[in-house]
Every structure is written in structure tokens, then in C-alpha cells.
């Protein structure tokens, strides 16, 4: 083994309580009972919780930890953490370092400046934290403090869920007790528990930092809000999987040692598709692990880029006319066993299971499309979706030849036969044939099967993957209790599993498309489907209230009504808070930057104008331009002055889904406006004086 690979061995989860660690540090009885406490879900006896909390402090402070915190996530989409010290004072003046089972389990941070859709006010300020036990404690270094952190639940004084995680870990119980319950219908004895697994591929962009210092709508909004287009954008290809450039291969290696060390395993890195735009992947982990793991790839993704005098671009569509960035969801079912349930196997047509689980998502996907398109409905998500291989609005799920040819066969009566692969031949001695799969991919697809498991590819890649997840797990579960309900009274449990795929295939085929969801045809074609396209991020949270939403997650305990009202006003206050800083932020950079630079060149334009015509020669074409620089001042002057208005005036609105309505009805299209004024001044004003970084400077410079 090289030095190298010796080093990154060592160094993975050096900085995590993980179960190499807890078996050093824990007593023999204390450690079994605490996993087998974690495997039964049962409720963390105190003097246990103290022994685990003990053994955590000493390897916390062995490493230079001073404080802890619980570290949650709120509402806000982001991570929250409230720092205290392992320092108590003693009767003699002195201190010690303690930490109690209690301070482990349960935190008590306030819970009313975080957003809650009114359930909670400012004087009803209790909160709790409470240690998701299923993810692992770990060490953190920022700056010079070292810090245990400690992943947590976040619910109110009456229990009410206030973040992302309580919702997901519910969900995914609730996926849990509805697939035992098939598999052992099915005849699986020996299965205790069935885990929803996620990989979430994280899509980001790059960019100096001297140039985000000059423009406000990177460092406030996030993306461009002006910008004309570069000469030269993503059109040769030559970006995806290219040669990294070493400034960016220097920093992701950065980003691996970081992520290492808290146990992330990222695996994979490359190029995207857009010139500045790249990937990670990590390799999959529990629902609720990788969600935690994806924060902190986001965050060490922003951390580390500062570093290197770089921005990380998390914004669904930093730059127009180009390549969006989403978090592809790679989500698949495994069981205690090992085995994954969505694996077809050689010969998927036998494979029971995987059929019974294949159409289990093939129903859910269909009746809860719309539900499914809210999980990912946001302002920058709006602008992604629908081009540059984001998947379009429709919700679709793409199969494949193989399992398309099965399900066709289960309509007619039941599945006999699995197409194959065979083997690619290359027409070159050198190369051997290759093994070909039995399905090609389809990057256009919303939700696609790709081998063994699927990939959401709507997610934006600022969304934090628990909403999207505890969707996905909830609406499987339901679709699950179904089948299990049938099966259970069944006398011929194989005959009803035939009968249960054949309805659910013949009911709900009308959801599969392997085609290109871009075209404008197989947008007519899920209209005569009955396919919902929901363009529109209000229109789509508008639809979270539905009757049968509120039934699905009261069902399987995931949510309340109150808490799915409460989520839903979350979700469209963040929607008109965002196009507000956008809308105000623009008018700032039009007024203070955009408008004075073109002012100072059309002054230069008129001088030369004057002393050409002094000399007696034909000014024509420095008329022309000073002609249509001054039309576009006027045209940017009054759209900006429009759009602060619109906002104050939208901002006033008391109720959340008309003030939402009126930022995407009034004030987006203003925005335009203006933009369109700006970008056209940019493509004529002198770049010795235009104030903002290019397209290409931002693009391509690293």
C-alpha cells in the first residue's frame, strides 16, 4: 500500500464516534446494549446515555475539544448549532470537564427565531433538540475551535416537528414497518428492518473570489441577476469530464481531507457540464446519514473554496444559458440482510420482490406526482428545471427496455421473460467485448431507474435532501401498506401479488417515458396522459394542502395537519423572501453601478461626438450608439424604479400564497425587464467601464 492510500486510511473518520471507536471506549455490555438500544429503537436509558456521553467527552477532549453543541436542521434548509462548554465549576473554585447523559440526548434551544409557519410565536420561545442516535457524533475544527457536534432532532414545546430531520426519520419508520410487513407476507422470515439508502450526487460551481466581491447579486442572491451571455459558453463539450484544471483539482483535494476525516465518503469528482460547474458523490449511507453527510459536503464545499480565494455556487442557476446545478437523489431499499430490494438480478421477471418493490414506486411516483414536484419546488429551482438536462416539471419515470418490456408483460398477464444485454463490440483486436447493460440511461428523466436503484433528478442542489427524501419514503410506505394489507388476508399470496402487479401496471403505465422529456411533443402527450406540469413554484406548493396529502402523512405519522400547514407557509414564505433580496438587489446594482457607468460612457460618447463634428467629419455611427446607450439608461432607470416599487408592494401583502403569487406574477417579470435593459447595455459599454465581472471572466478565469 502506497504512503498515500496509508495516510487517507487513517485519516477516514478520524474525527468521528463511529462504531470502531465506541467498541474501544465502551464497555462490552454497555456497548452492546446501547446498538441494540439503536437496532430496537427503543427509548436511551439515563445511566446508559451517561456512560456513552462519558466516553464521548474523554475522545472529544483527547482531540482538543473544548465545547459541544447539537447540531439540527432547521427549517431554514441550513444547519443550526448552539455551542456549550464541557467546563463546570466546582464548590473550590475550580472546574472540571463534564457531560451527562442528559446534555447527550436533549438540548433546549429557542425555537422561536427559526421559521416555524406559525407554530411558534416569539413568546412561546421553548424548543428541543434531541440526539438522532442512527447518525454518528463527530469532531469538527473551525478556526482554532474544535468542537463535538452532536446530530439532532428539533421539535417545540408540544412536540411539534420544527425542522427537516424529525419528518425524515418518521418517514422513514413508517417505510420501514410497511416493507418488513410485505417482505414477511412474501414469505422472508429473517428480515428485521428495511432502510431507505441515498446517494446524492452534489453539483457546484466555481468562481474567484474577486469577482464575486464585485458583483452584490452573488454574495446577496446567491446567482447573477444580470449578465450578458459569453461569447463562448458550454457549446464545444469540452468542459464534462475534462483535464481538472490544477487550482480546482488542488482544492477538491482540500474538500476530501475535510469530508474524510468527518467520515463523508466522497468517491467521486469531476468536471460538469458548464465551463466553472462540477460534481461530488459520496457512496450511500442511510437516508438520514447521508442527508446529515450532505450538509456538511455543502458546507465544506463553501468552507474550503474561501480557502483557496474561491466561491462555491450552491444556487440552482447561478448563470443563465447554461448548465444548472441539481443534487441527483439516488435512493434505493435495503434490508438488515444486505439485500437490496431493487435489484433486478439476472432474470428480473422471476424476481418477485423486485417487482412487487418496482411497482410499489411505479404507483406511489404516479398518485403522488404532484406531492413529489412540491419536495423540490423553489425560486431557484424555477429557473433550472426544464432545460440544459434539468428533467422538466412533468413528473416521469423512466425504465428502460428491460423492465418496460416486463411491466408490459405483467399487463397482459404476467412476466415470462428478461431481455439482456449482451456484449458491445468495438471492432478493435485490442479491445474485448464488453459487457453491454440491458437499459441505456436517460439524463432527461425526473425519476430514473438506473440499475439498481433510482435517481431523483429534480432536486435543486441548495435543497436540503430531507424534504425531497421524507416525500419519497412516505408515499412508497403508503403504497406498500397497501399491497401488505392484501397480502396478509391472502390464501394464495402468489396469485395476489400477479393480480396486485397487474392493476397497479395497468393503472399506472401512463407514468413511464423513456423518451426525451424535452420536446414539446411529449409535452402534449402527458397532457392526453393526464400527467400533471406544474411550471410554477407557487402553483406546486399550493398543492401540498391537498386532502389526500394531509391523509398520507396523518396516516403513517410523518406529519400532522398543522405541521404540513406550517411547512407549506415555510416554503412560500422562502419563495417571496428570495425574489425580495432579489428584486431589491437589483435595483441596487442598477442605480449605484449599471446606471452611472452608462451615464459616464455615453458623457464620452457625446464629447467625441462633438469633437468629430468640430473637425468637420460624419459622426454617424457614435450617434447611433449614443442614441440606443441613452434609450437603454431610460428603459433600465424607469423598469428599476418599477420594480422597487412592485416589491415594497408585494412585501406588504398579509397572506403568503397571494404574496407569493404577486413576487412571481408582478415583480419576476420586472425583474426581466430590467435585466434585459442591463444586459443589452453591457454588450455596448466600454469594458474599461462596465463595473460588473463578465460571463466569460467568471466562466473561465480560475
Not at 71 to 86: C, I, N, R, V, Y
Not at 118 to 135: I, P
Request: a neutral charge; charged letters at 25%.
Amino acid at each position: 500500500m502506497s504512503e498515500n492510500c496509508e495516510s487517507v486510511v487513517s485519516l477516514f473518520g478520524r474525527n468521528v464516534f463511529n462504531d470502531v471507536v465506541m467498541r474501544e471506549r465502551l464497555p462490552k455490555n454497555v456497548y452492546k446494549e446501547f446498538k441494540k438500544t439503536i437496532s430496537e429503537g427503543r427509548f436511551l436509558d439515563t445511566s446508559l446515555a451517561n456512560v456513552v456521553a462519558n466516553a464521548m467527552k474523554d475522545w472529544a477532549i483527547e482531540k482538543g475539544a473544548t465545547h459541544f453543541c447539537h447540531w439540527f436542521q432547521p427549517m431554514t434548509g441550513l444547519t443550526a448549532e448552539k455551542h456549550d462548554s464541557f467546563i463546570s465549576p466546582t464548590a473550590e473554585g475550580q472546574t472540571i470537564m463534564e457531560f451527562s447523559g442528559k446534555e447527550l440526548t436533549q438540548g433546549e434551544p429557542d425555537a422561536s427565531s427559526f421559521p416555524s409557519g406559525g407554530l411558534r410565536a416569539t413568546f412561546e420561545a421553548r424548543g428541543y433538540t434531541a440526539w438522532d442516535c442512527t447518525s454518528p457524533v463527530f469532531i469538527k475544527e473551525t478556526g482554532k475551535t474544535i468542537t463535538l457536534y452532536i446530530p439532532c432532532a428539533f421539535c417545540s414545546y408540544n412536540a411539534e416537528a420544527l425542522d427537516k430531520k424529525t419528518p425524515l426519520l418518521r418517514s422513514m419508520d413508517a417505510l420501514n414497518t410497511q416493507a418488513v410487513r410485505v417482505l414477511k407476507a412474501l414469505g422472508n422470515t429473517t428480515v428485521k428492518t428495511v432502510n431507505a439508502t441515498l446517494g446524492p450526487e452534489q453539483e457546484y460551481f466555481l468562481v474567484d473570489k474577486k469577482f464575486v466581491e464585485k458583483r452584490l447579486d452573488l454574495m446577496l442572491a446567491g446567482r447573477t441577476l444580470f449578465g450578458a451571455a459569453s461569447p463562448r459558453g458550454q457549446e464545444m463539450s469540452d468542459h464534462y469530464f475534462g483535464a481538472l484544471h490544477e487550482r480546482v483539482a488542488s482544492y477538491m483535494h482540500d474538500v476530501n481531507m475535510e469530508l474524510w476525516k468527518l467520515g463523508v465518503s466522497a468517491k467521486t469528482q469531476h468536471n460538469e457540464v458548464s465551463p466553472g460547474q462540477y460534481e461530488l458523490a459520496p457512496v450511500f449511507a442511510t437516508v438520514n446519514v447521508a442527508t446529515d453527510h450532505n450538509q456538511l459536503v455543502m458546507e465544506t464545499l463553501q468552507k474550503v473554496a474561501l480557502r483557496n480565494n474561491m466561491v462555491c455556487l450552491l444556487n440552482e442557476k447561478p448563470f443563465a444559458g447554461v448548465n444548472g446545478s441539481g443534487k441527483h437523489n439516488n435512493w434505493s431499499l435495503v434490508t438488515d440482510e444486505g439485500v437490496n430490494l431493487l435489484e433486478p438480478g439476472n432474470t428480473p421477471h422471476d424476481n418477485m420482490v423486485f417487482l412487487v418493490m418496482l411497482c410499489s414506486v411505479l404507483r406511489a411516483v404516479d398518485k403522488y406526482a404532484k406531492l413529489l414536484r412540491a419536495a423540490v419546488a423553489t425560486a431557484g429551482n424555477d429557473h433550472r428545471l426544464g432545460a440544459h438536462e434539468a428533467p422538466p416539471a412533468i413528473v416521469s419515470i423512466f425504465l428502460g427496455d428491460q423492465l418496460t418490456d416486463i411491466i408490459e408483460q405483467l399487463a397482459a398477464g404476467g412476466a415470462k421473460s428478461s431481455k439482456t444485454g449482451g456484449q458491445l463490440k468495438l471492432g478493435v483486436s485490442a479491445l474485448p467485448p464488453l459487457p453491454k447493460d440491458s437499459t441505456d440511461r436517460n439524463r432527461t428523466s425526473p425519476f430514473a431507474f438506473t440499475g439498481n436503484k433510482f435517481e431523483f433528478r429534480m432536486v435543486g442542489s441548495s435543497q436540503s435532501t430531507a424534504g425531497p427524501m421524507f416525500v419519497l419514503n412516505t408515499i412508497v410506505a403508503d403504497v406498500l401498506k397497501e399491497i401488505a394489507d392484501e397480502l396478509e388476508k391472502s390464501s394464495n399470496v402468489k396469485a395476489t401479488v400477479q393480480k396486485i402487479l397487474q392493476k397497479i401496471v395497468k393503472d399506472h403505465s401512463r407514468v413511464v417515458f423513456n423518451g426525451d422529456n424535452y420536446t414539446q411533443e411529449w409535452a402534449k402527450e402527458a397532457e392526453k396522459r393526464g400527467l400533471p406540469n406544474i411550471k410554477s413554484t407557487v402553483e406546486s406548493l399550493k398543492t401540498i394542502m391537498d386532502t389526500e396529502n394531509f391523509e398520507l402523512f396523518k396516516n403513517h405519522k410523518v406529519l400532522t395537519k398543522a405541521e404540513l400547514k406550517a411547512r407549506t407557509e415555510i416554503l412560500l414564505d422562502a419563495y417571496s423572501m428570495t425574489l425580495n433580496i432579489e428584486a431589491k438587489t437589483a435595483v441596487n446594482m442598477a442605480q449605484r453601478q449599471i446606471i452611472p457607468a452608462a451615464v459616464e460612457y455615453s458623457s464620452l460618447l457625446a464629447k467625441s461626438i462633438k469633437n468629430i463634428e468640430k473637425v468637420g467629419a460624419e459622426a454617424g455611427s457614435q450617434k447611433k450608439t449614443l442614441e440606443k446607450v441613452c434609450r437603454l439608461i431610460n428603459e433600465l432607470d424607469n423598469n428599476a424604479e418599477e420594480l422597487g416599487k412592485a416589491a415594497i408592494a408585494a412585501s406588504k401583502i398579509a397572506n403568503s400564497a397571494k404574496k407569493a403569487e404577486s413576487y412571481r406574477d408582478v415583480v419576476k417579470p420586472i425583474m426581466a425587464k430590467v435585466r434585459q435593459a442591463a444586459d443589452g447595455l453591457e454588450t455596448m459599454v466600454d469594458a474599461k467601464i462596465w463595473p460588473l465581472p463578465s460571463y466569460a471572466e467568471m466562466l473561465f478565469i480560475k
